[in-house]
């Protein structure tokens, strides 16, 4: 089945560690983006990318990082440098930029101790 | 900035009757989606309705489009159980065609009483 893989579901990092969040996608889908979610909260976006070994800046960038060189992978690093990371992570994907709906992962919940 | 502002925010009705959510959204469209969540788990697709549009419906889900209003609405008819969960109205910004991701509300929780 197609779809997107999100690891892991849940993560417990203690402060001044870095994490990296996994998201795989067998969609074939051009475009793919994070989300962090956090109680009660709408989506906001993290880093997004168009096409392989290119991405953008989201609305709230500062502390995260990605990279994106295979079409399928787009893996997020939460750095020490985030300094509220408890959230929810979604990652989603788009059969390309400009057309059609978001497809979700099932989100990876990250709990700083 | 949140583009996209859902009413209510939670939403408490009998099983049987139908639930209407509605959304507010600034700036011009080119389409808006909703999207469901289960708690817990990710967000799925319901529905797309482009900028010239005025009505879709999709099974249960009827959703309306008034661009001057910039406003929209979700109907779920015959509500069930199972369709307890947040909903979310998403928007692309019309300069971007929704390359540079969608902006998300807060959503609406609907909670469906058996």
């Known amino acids: 089945d197609g779809g997107i893989t999100q690891s892991p579901k849940y993560l417990f990092r203690k402060e001044g560690q870095n994490v990296t969040l996994s998201c795989e996608q067998n969609?074939?889908?051009?475009?793919m983006y994070w989300y962090r979610q956090d109680p009660g909260q709408g989506l906001r976006l993290i880093y997004y990318?168009?096409?392989?070994?290119?991405?953008q800046k989201g609305d709230i960038a500062e502390g995260y990082s990605v990279s994106r060189e295979k079409k399928e992978s787009f893996p997020l690093t939460v750095t020490s440098a985030q300094k509220n990371p408890t959230a929810f992570y979604l990652c989603?994907?788009?059969?390309?930029?400009?057309?059609?709906?978001?497809?979700f992962g099932e989100g990876s919940r990250l709990t700083v101790l | 900035s949140q583009q996209g502002e859902e009413d209510p925010q939670a939403l408490s009705i009998q099983e049987g009757e139908n639930a209407t959510m509605n959304c507010s959204y600034k700036?011009?469209?080119?389409?808006l989606q909703w999207y469901r969540q289960n708690s817990g788990r990710g967000l799925v697709h319901l529905i797309l309705?482009?900028?010239?549009?005025r009505e879709k419906h999709s099974g249960r889900l009827r959703v309306t489009l008034d661009t001057s209003k910039k406003s929209s609405s979700l109907l779920i008819t015959a509500s069930r159980a199972a369709d307890t969960a947040s909903y979310f109205c998403?928007?692309?910004?019309?300069?971007?065609?929704?390359?540079?991701?969608?902006?998300f509300g807060k959503g609406t929780h609907l909670i469906i009483q058996p």
């Open positions: 989603a994907s788009k059969v390309s930029p400009f057309l059609g709906e978001l497809f």
């Open positions: 969609l074939n889908h051009d475009a």
């Open positions: 990318s168009q096409i392989v070994n290119d991405f």
């Open positions: 700036t011009s469209i080119n389409n």
């Open positions: 309705i482009r900028s010239n549009e």
């Open positions: 998403a928007t692309d910004l019309y300069s971007g065609g929704g390359a540079d991701g969608l902006t």
